[in-house]
């Protein structure tokens, strides 16, 4: 089975500040990835699929790139909303749609 | 407008069978490229992905959960079904449903419903 490695695990950034994540897996999953934000208490909420695409009404300051094993999640300029978990996730193995340990971005 | 929402006992004793039922409305699984998965979370801790049924009856499972798991679905009810056996308290979690279109995340969630096991 596919395992997906985030990191870092947790950070601490302020309003304004660029932010990138990664998530790595432990094999090639071409660009089925996902990056979801949750936020306490709620479901997870889909910002970005297919490793590059910004899902609707996600504002434009999320992007992620990347292909294979290597993927990046990153903020242009947090926001105060932006405060929360995120999780990368792969839908590429039939043997099941594995999630990272996830990173929670605090407020420094 | 697409809703999910789950349904079962809040409450299971260990070595039972857990039974979660997803309801939902506004696509149909019979539509190509549609899936309805199943996503858990212990309290405090991350998500962890289950199992997933596509609308041609692909089937996917956790492989650390897979002997315990079973997926199912009903098109007529718009259900998913998930029956997860030998129920430990180390599965007390939030249970989430959620759809999910082939090549993409999941973007519509229930809420979520919290399952404890204890005796």
């Known amino acids: ?108 | 407008q697409i809703t999910l929402k789950e349904s079962g006992p809040t409450l299971v004793k260990p070595t039972q069978t857990l039974t979660l039922t997803c309801t939902f409305s506004g696509f149909s699984l019979s539509t190509s490229g549609v899936g309805v998965g199943w996503i858990r979370q212990p309290p405090g801790k991350a998500l962890e992905w289950l199992a997933l049924i596509y609308w041609n009856d692909d089937k996917r499972y956790s492989p650390s959960l897979k002997s315990r798991l079973t997926i199912t679905k009903d098109t007529s009810k718009n259900q998913v079904v998930l029956t997860m056996t030998n129920m430990d308290p180390v599965d007390t979690a939030t249970y989430y449903c959620a759809h999910h279109y082939y090549g993409s995340g999941s973007l519509y969630w229930g809420q979520g419903t919290l399952v404890t096991v204890s005796s």
């Open chain 1, 1 to 108: 089975d596919i395992q997906m490695t985030q990191s870092p695990s947790s950070l601490s950034a302020s309003v304004g500040d660029r932010v990138t994540i990664t998530c790595r897996a432990s094999q090639s999953i071409s660009s089925y990835l996902n990056w979801y934000q949750q936020k306490p208490g709620k479901a997870p909420k889909l910002l970005i699929y297919a490793a590059s695409s910004l899902q609707s009404g996600v504002p434009s300051r999320f992007s992620g790139s990347g292909s294979g094993t290597d993927f990046t999640l990153t903020i242009s300029s947090l926001q105060p909303e932006d405060f929360a978990t995120y999780y990368c996730q792969q839908s590429y193995s039939t043997l099941g749609y594995t999630f990272g340990q996830g990173t929670k971005l605090e407020i420094k």
